[in-house]
């Protein structure tokens, strides 16, 4: 059974551009979740989705935002890029609320 | 509010040395889960125990156990004879019951396991 992944593995902007993280969830796994592990800050809730709708979000800035698509796969947007938002971006996936969630091997951003 | 602690920042250890990691975690809910995830050098977070707050059994996983005890709001994480592979970032998290999703991660602690 593929596990979550998460593309690409590495990414490179510099400030005030977008950048677009893609996760597709475990085979069966209808929840998706967002986090940012950024040095120092730990790993922090961004967004959570589940069958298309957004559920729940951390106590993130509005240019974080993502969306679900009908095969459960999400994207997360980062807009006007900041030097603060490079960090590891974990995608994880569950088969619902209180499940385990299982991540991916992370999106690391980088902004110059 | 919901928190949790992991007041060992790193931890280095002799390989076959028992170690315990310790979580301390603040919540109001009932109904609540608690997590172990271990971050290996690679960086993908690896799922290693669930335990919800009606279930106080402690569990045995080959060289891991778990001690949950509710009346000091605590879950640690014990390694048995602990290998070179073991080292790693371990995570504690908390999830509160009613549909929040999200997990509430400690800031974890680096366990070194040198040969």
């Known amino acids: 059974e593929a596990g979550v992944t998460q593309s690409p593995t590495h990414l490179i902007k510099t400030r005030g551009q977008q950048a677009t993280l893609r996760c597709s969830p475990i085979s069966g796994h209808t929840s998706v979740y967002w986090y940012q592990q950024a040095l120092g800050l730990g790993l922090q809730f961004l967004l959570w989705?589940?069958?298309?709708?957004?559920?729940n979000r951390g106590n993130f800035p509005p240019r974080f935002s993502g969306r679900q698509f009908p095969n459960y796969s999400s994207e997360l947007n980062v807009n006007a890029l900041e030097l603060e938002d490079s960090a590891l971006y974990l995608c994880a996936s569950s088969l619902g609320e209180d499940q385990p969630q299982h991540f991916g091997d992370g999106t690391r951003l980088s902004i110059l | 509010a919901q928190k949790v602690t992991q007041a060992q920042t790193e931890i280095s250890v002799v390989e076959k040395e028992d170690v315990t990691l310790d979580c301390v975690y603040e919540t109001r809910d009932t109904t609540y889960y608690l997590f172990w995830y271990k971050q290996p050098p690679s960086g993908e977070l690896v799922f290693l125990i669930r335990r919800n707050s009606f279930d106080e059994q402690n569990e045995i996983s080959g060289r891991y156990s778990w001690n949950f005890q509710k009346s000091t709001s605590s879950f640690n994480f014990t390694i048995t004879a602990s290998q070179v592979v073991d080292s790693a970032v371990y995570f504690c998290?908390?999830?509160?019951?009613?549909?929040?999703?999200?997990?509430?991660f400690g800031k974890g602690t680096k366990l070194s396991v040198k040969p």
């Open positions: 989705y589940d069958e298309g709708e957004e559920r």
């Open positions: 998290a908390l999830s509160e019951g009613g549909s929040q999703g999200n997990l509430i």
